[in-house]
Every structure is written in C-alpha cells, then in structure tokens.
C-alpha cells in the first residue's frame, strides 16, 4: 500500500492501541445480522400515502410490537401503541383529555421496552446516533437499565417522575416513537419518479433530506426535473405541461416560487378553452371555472413550445435519429390534418394559431422572452435546487447494493434479448457503459447550468422520449397524438423488448452479470411500469430473480393496478415483498387505528442468516480492516 496514504491514515489513528481498537471494532460490526433495506418506487408526489408506509415499515413496526407485546397487550391496545408510534404529536393531542400520569408512566415504558427491542441488532453507538439530542442522555440511561436491580430502582422512577411532573412526557415520547421508526428501517431506496402527478413531491423531497441513511435512483419524471433546474427549456416546459395537465401548477408557483405570470397572460392572449386541455384529475371540478380555462390556456401553451422546441431540438441532433417526431412539419395547416407513417388523419381541439405553418418551429419574440424568464426563474429558485442538489448527492441511474441492481427503467435490448447498442459521438454503447453514459452528461449538464443547447443539457431530453432511453423505454412518446387524434392506435407506445423479457430468468440473469452480479440471491428490482395485479400480472417475475415494486401510489394509477403501491423489504431473514391497499387519512388511524392493510409475499430466503460482513457495507468495512491492518504493519 502507498505509504503517503498510510501517513494520512496514520493522522486518524496515531497510535497502535487506537489502530487495534477500531479494527477490534469494525471486526465485531460485521458479525452483526444485516440491517433492514426498504425499498419504494414511483411515489409520484403522494407524499401522505409515502410518509405512513414510511412511518410503519411496511407493518414492521406492529411486528415489532407483537414481538415484544404479545403476552401483555390485546390486538386492539397493540394497534393504539402502533398509531401513537406512527404519528405521536397528532396522537397525544387527540388523547390530550384523556391522559393521566399512569398512562404516561405505562407508555413510556412501552416505548422503551420497543426501543431496545428495535435497535438490539446495532452497535450502542449507533442507537446512540440515532437517539434525538436532546433526551439522548435520559433515553440511553433508560434504554440499559437492569429491572431487576434494587440498587437503580429508585433511580429509574426518579427520572421518569421528573419527565412526567416537568411537563416533558410529550415530548419524551415523540422522540422515542421517532426513534422506533428509525431503527425500524436501517436504509431507504428510493427507486424512482419522486415527482409529477401528485400534490406533494416537495415535502417527499423534504422527508429523505431528513431521512437517517437514503439512496435514489433516477426515473424519468425525476430526470425532467433536473433537466428543467438545469435551465433546459424543452425540460421546463414539458413539467409546466404535466403540472398544467394535473392541475398541480401550485407547486412550480407556491412551492418553488417560480413565477408563470408572463406565460400565463401570454397564454390567455392567444388560446381558449379547449376541451383537450382540461386538467385531468378530480381536483378540476372544485375548481372555479375561470381558474380551470387560466390552467387550461397555460397547458395549451406549454404543449405548443414544448413541440416547438422539440423539433428544434431533433434538428439541431440528428444522431438522437427522432426525425419522425418532427410532427409540426407534417400537418397540413389548411385542411388541419397530419400523415403519420403513411396514415392520414384529422387533427380535432387543436391550438395552433401561434405556430408559422412555413417555418412551425420558430419561436415568436414574446415566446423567447416568455422562455428567457421562465428559465432565470428556475435557475434562481432556491428551494427547487436543494431539492435537485439533493437528488443529485444521493442519486444514480442505477445502483449494485447488497448484490442487486437497482434501476427504474430498463436495459434497452433486442428481440432477441441481446443488449441493444446506442451509436453516439463515435461510441457504440449497450448496457452499463450506456447507463454510465447518461448518468455522466447528466451529471455536465447540471453542473454547467448556463449551457442551454448543449449536448449533455440536450441528452436529457432524449432520456425523457428516446427509444434508446433506459429510463423511457419505448419507441417514441405520443402526447401529440394524444391531444390532436382520436384514433387511439396512434396513442400505442411500443415497448422496448426488454418488458417481455424480463420474464425470463436466463435474460435476467445476463443483465445481472453485465453489472458484475452472478450471486444466487441477486435480484433486478425495477420501477417505472405499473404491476396490473388485478388482472392477474405478479410483480415477481424471471422465477424470483426480477422484481418490479410499481404498484400505483399514484391515484390515477390505482383502478388499473387495484393496488396502492408495492413496498420490498430485505432484512437478515430475506426478502418480503409487500402490497398496500390506499392510504385513507392520519385521522383515520389516529382515531380508528386504520392502518394500510399489507399482504406480504416472501421473495427470497437465504439458508443462513445474512450478516453485515455479506453486504456492500461489509465489503467496505473489511477494506478498512485491511488498511488499518497494513497500517499496523507500517508503524511496527
């Protein structure tokens, strides 16, 4: 090993008995069971629905309680212990009149009984961390204690005597329920489309900012996003489309402060109703009438410059072979109708009067200026790029953790499940090159945030609709076809052969080599393509070796899957797949103890129990062992 980084290490631990400590240490850790991995996907800004599966573990926190309460306590007293768990401030205030010292006194104990239970698996050091600040010294004293210790008895009611007439049993208790919940869940992947469609995605984006251990992996929707906080303008248009067309334009303006006064008077200057155009969720019928035309006009507009760009986009790259999405050129303006493919059609609602039938990309000078602000504001929104900050620290196009792979979208292949190769800058690339590829210009774009037409600002628009995406998937995205045609065989997105087989374990299994997994316990998890469980499709697919854990925790979704969302759980023990049903309210489970019923598969079950030393964590903990191990070496 090079002795000027032993050197450096040697600063860390200057002397032989600091070196033997840690790897006495760090020896002991990998002899610990593996932490528990929870993996979700395709969240899709229902940030309700995320935070009580995240709050529950998927049920693991009532099986923790049945664990340790079995004997004492009664289906229904377990079901109050695990609401108060879940949401403990909104709990206390609901029981506030109900309250006396013997139920704080009985509920505290509860919930150190269950703390220790929970974080029995990791070192004190790291309960330690995981205890809030400012009860930590009371919760850890607490947490060891001996019961049947005479000597301490007193000591202990002292404490939680103080805590009760102090006026600190709330508080106490929040920190110990929030602390259940952390230890409950060791690390969180986050497979995929945090954003679009539903409400919330800012405060799913504030909840892993504050989450104890997260990684992401990049959807589609996700990458728009970071497209448009990179200042893309083909990007910032197609989110105000998506936000326009679920009525969600309050979070670009409310919650990212991004101003759309411009576009908006612009769009309510040259478009009118539309029935094509009206926002589609139920949110629209409490809406009032000249709001939804206001929603209505900006989704026209955004529509038409998004197309306009498009097809400047497609000109400007001709290696990204989009060509035939260059649908403004082919509609006959004077008769309204289009030849797609050597089909003619009508072309009904449509909006075109800002669009130059001789030249239809060109942008007006309104619709620069529109374009120039619309970019600045984005750029310059703070909250919007910590949250895009953010999802670029902890994400990747895909991740190899504990021996699986984990990717939202797909590996592009051919018919006959062969890797299918991109030919791009003189490179010819399939399968991890080809995701390393794009996660590399993804990356250049975001860091060079002036750049507008680009090559890597320009890539991100291809992995939104290109056939060759790994995170698209299809051969082409028709959304003009979806608001101009009515013929629903131009809707159709073919899909990449990869959808069809991923069904079969030896393709499965040559994707997983191709990412350097062979491992008999290696799994694909997938998001990004809904399970229809409801007409029978398993979200277990290539004999257990590919899991797909879309299940719809995006409303419009859920009538075509009939589920809620999938959630994958992956403890010591092995691999449970979970299906939720819709969340209703957190004043349904605080009042009526109204938990998302989970029904759990197993996936996989190794024949002995999984350590820390078999996981990625242990692999880098043993690399540790052997540089303290050289360096111990180096100063004797």
């Known amino acids: 090993m090079n002795n000027k980084y032993l050197s450096l290490l040697a600063k860390s631990y200057p002397t032989k008995e600091s070196i033997i400590r840690e790897i006495i240490n760090l020896k002991a850790i990998q002899r610990l069971p593996k932490g528990t991995e929870y993996f979700v996907s395709d969240l899709h800004g229902e940030f309700n629905a995320f935070q009580h599966i995240l709050r529950n573990g998927s049920g693991s926190v009532k099986e923790k309680i049945k664990e340790v309460f079995k004997e004492q306590l009664t289906c229904y007293e377990q079901n109050e212990l695990a609401s108060l768990i879940y949401y403990p ?27 220790k239970h929970s974080g029995r ?39 939680i005597l103080d805590i009760i007439q102090l006026g600190q049993s709330d508080s106490l208790i929040t920190d110990l329920c929030y602390t259940i919940q952390e230890l409950v869940v060791d690390h969180l992947h986050v497979v995929g489309d945090i954003y679009d469609r539903g409400p919330e995605p800012d405060n799913i984006m504030e909840a892993l900012i504050n989450y104890h251990s997260v990684d992401i992996q990049w959807g589609n929707h996700d990458v728009i ?6 200042g893309s303008p083909i990007c910032i248009m197609a989110i105000i489309r998506i936000c326009a067309r679920y009525n969600n334009l309050d979070i670009i303006e409310d919650t990212y402060g991004i101003n759309l006064r411009s576009l908006s008077t612009y769009a309510n200057q040259h478009y009118t109703e539309n029935k094509a155009f009206i ?15 206001e929603i209505t006009n900006i989704h026209q507009a955004s529509a038409i410059l998004q197309f306009k760009l498009e097809e400047q986009l497609i000109t ?50 309104e619709e620069k200026v529109i374009i120039d602000k619309l970019v600045h504001n984005f750029i310059h929104s703070e909250k919007l790029q910590r949250h895009i900050d953010f999802l670029m620290k902890k994400g990747s196009m895909y991740l190899i953790y504990n021996n699986n792979l984990l990717l939202h979208g797909c590996i592009p292949l051919n018919e006959d499940g062969s890797l299918k190769t991109f030919t791009i800058q003189n490179q010819q690339l399939k399968g991890r090159e080809l995701l390393d590829f794009f996660e590399d210009n993804l990356r250049s774009a975001y860091k060079n945030k002036k750049e507008r037409e680009d090559f890597a600002t320009d890539l991100i628009w291809y992995l939104w609709t290109g056939e060759l995406s790994s995170l698209f998937g299809k051969k082409e995205m028709t959304t003009f076809e979806r608001y101009f045609i009515q013929d629903t065989t131009t809707h159709l997105e073919e899909k990449n052969p990869y959808y069809a087989k991923r069904e079969d374990k030896q393709i499965i299994q040559s994707i997983l080599k191709e ?5 008999e316990h290696s799994h694909l998890i997938n998001g990004h393509t809904p399970v229809k469980e409801i007409k029978g499709e398993s979200p277990i697919k290539a004999e257990g070796k590919m899991l797909v854990i879309d299940g719809g925790f995006s409303k419009p979704y859920q009538k075509m899957t009939g589920l809620a969302g999938y959630t994958l759980l992956y403890n010591s023990y092995g691999m449970q797949l979970v299906a939720h049903k819709p969340f209703s309210s957190v004043h349904d489970v605080i009042t009526q103890h109204d938990d998302i019923i989970s029904i759990k598969r197993l996936v996989d079950q190794p024949t002995k129990r999984q350590l820390v030393k078999d996981t990625t ?20």
């Open 279 to 293: 926002p589609k969720t139920e949110t629209s019928k409490d809406s009032k009438k000249q709001d939804l035309l």
């Open 225 to 230: 996003w970071i497209g448009a906080a990179a």
């Open 515 to 519: 990412f350097g997994l062979s491992s």
């Open 316 to 365: 400007r790259r001709p290696e990204f072979k989009m060509e035939h999405r260059q649908l403004l050129n082919k509609i006959d303006y004077n008769t309204s109708s289009i030849s797609i493919k050597g089909t003619h059609y009508s072309l009904t609602n449509t909006c075109f009067k800002t669009i130059d039938p001789v030249n239809p990309s060109k942008l007006t000078q």
């Open 617 to 636: 964590i242990g692999q880098q903990l043993q690399e540790s062992i052997n540089d303290l191990t050289n360096l111990l070496n180096f100063l004797t």
């Open 121 to 159: 698996k990791y070192t004190r050091s790291k309960v330690r961390k995981a205890l809030p600040q400012r009860y930590a010294y009371i919760i850890e004293e607490l947490l060891y204690q001996i019961k049947d210790n005479d000597n301490k008895t007193d000591y202990y009611n002292q404490i």
């Open 89 to 115: 401030e909104e709990t206390l205030n609901h029981l506030n009149t109900e309250l006396n010292k013997e139920w704080f006194e009985v509920t505290i104990d509860q919930l150190i009984e269950l703390t």
